[in-house]
């Protein structure tokens, strides 16, 4: 069974750094698709930053020079550092993996900007 675990939210000033982690169990994934996704109550799931599944790197232009991606343990743990942190990046942030056509999602981890 694939579960995945998310830590690492809090509350930040603008300008500081937080590090999200997900740690995936029920297999192994390092060629998977794994990355984040974000949300604002009342809209849509966006796009963060994602490993693909030939191994590189995608981010969204919103976050591009400020958050990094990286990844541990086989593949199995994804890390979302993100710098330079901004209130509009205020959201519930959700770990993601495709695997073996299905997806799965973390359970979510609040991240506050305050200005």
């Known amino acids: 069974q694939v579960q995945l675990l998310e830590s690492g939210g809090g509350l930040v000033q603008a300008g500081g750094s937080l590090r999200l982690s997900c740690v995936a169990s029920?297999?192994?994934?390092?060629?998977?698709?794994m990355g984040w996704y974000r949300q604002v109550a009342g809209k849509q799931r966006e796009f963060v930053a994602t490993?693909?599944?030939?191994?590189?790197?995608m981010y969204a232009d919103s976050v591009k020079g400020r958050f990094t991606i990286s990844r541990a343990n086989a593949g199995n743990t994804v890390y979302l550092q993100m710098n330079s942190l901004k209130p509009e990046d205020t959201a519930v942030y959700y770990c993601?993996?495709?695997?073996?056509?299905?997806?799965?999602w973390g359970q979510g981890t609040q991240v506050t900007v305050s200005s």
């Open positions: 993601y993996l495709r695997f073996r056509s299905n997806d799965y």
């Open positions: 490993f693909t599944s030939g191994g590189g790197t």
């Open positions: 029920g297999g192994i994934f390092s060629f998977n698709t």
